[in-house]
């Protein structure tokens, strides 16, 4: 148990953090929430040990393996932990303690923040988002394949709004967001004037969709600094094409448009690519 923490604990210094497959106990939740020098924390795929089983018996030698990688990359401050060769057995997506949400208001240094393939419930989304008051120095956020959210994201796009006004790259992919949310986000746009990378793809708006994605558009000329957007759909999406390529036509800057599952022609495909 813990074999992580004991990782951890020898890279004092480490500022970035990435785990990948990688099966987490409560004492290294408490110990990754205790890091207060992190700057970058990314964590895809977790894995809770406390809910799957013990780990196997290659895990001390990996931990061995791991601490002297550690040591040897703490001049870059940065570490990997990677243990999907290993844990194949280990089945992805279950959900985590609220332990390393707890302590996101400490971690004040993070400037980039990735949770990717969580399976996180409603009241976690909202405790995540009332600890981004505390997260004034990130400037990236990624919450990504978040599902059975509920309304926790409708906090979390009003806490961003709110108290992440430095961003500048929110990916908010697969994540239940919903009319309201992206209503919220709409407008507050001009609230986030250093933002140059939205993507909100994969996401399908549902009721007030269509609403919420004419408001996203018309609010997209106060992004003067946006090269990438990804937009979520709705049944109706390309009601609003017409007003998108007005937008476009504001925005040369742009190098990368995603317009996932939008019923498209191959004449107003044509305009787009001009």
């Known amino acids: 148990m813990g074999r992580v923490k004991a990782v951890l604990k020898s890279c004092k210094n ?4 990435i785990v990948e497959s990688t099966p987490l106990t409560t004492e290294d939740e408490q110990q990754i929430a205790a890091m207060v020098a992190l700057k970058t924390i990314e964590i895809k795929d977790l894995q809770n040990e406390s809910l799957t089983g013990s780990l196997s018996d290659e895990a ?12 040897l990359v703490q001049p870059s401050l940065h570490a990997m932990l990677d243990y999907q060769d290993i844990h194949k057995q280990w089945s992805c997506g279950q959900e985590w303690s609220c332990v390393l949400i707890n302590g996101i208001p400490d971690l004040v240094n993070v400037e980039k923040l990735v949770f990717d393939n969580i399976k996180m419930n409603e009241a ?23 599902r059975d959210l509920g309304d926790g994201m409708t906090d979390i796009v009003n806490s961003i709004s709110l108290w992440l006004k430095d961003l500048k790259e ?3 992919v697969n ?23 939205l993507n909100l793809s994969d996401n399908f708006l549902g009721n007030d969709g269509k609403e919420a994605l004419h408001k996203l558009v ?12 990804m937009l979520p759909w709705e049944d109706k999406a390309d009601s609003c094409l017409i007003k ?3 937008q ?3 925005m040369p800057q742009l190098t990368k448009l995603g317009l996932k599952k939008w019923t498209i022609t191959d004449s107003e495909a044509g305009i787009l690519g001009k």
């Open 60 to 71: 001390p030698v990996l931990s061995r393996t791991l601490q002297d990688s550690c040591h």
């Open 175 to 197: 994540c239940c967001l919903s009319g309201t949310a992206v209503n919220i986000l709409a407008q507050n746009l001009s609230s986030l004037c250093n933002l140059y990378a």
């Open 218 to 229: 018309d609010s997209l000329n106060v992004l003067p600094k946006m090269k990438e957007l």
């Open 124 to 146: 976690t989304a909202k405790q995540l988002a009332e600890g981004f008051k505390n997260l004034k120095k990130l400037h990236v956020l990624n919450l990504s394949h978040l």
């Open 170 to 172: 929110i990916h908010l």
């Open 14 to 17: 480490m500022q970035d953090l």
């Open 248 to 250: 476009l036509e504001r």
């Open 244 to 246: 998108l390529l007005q």
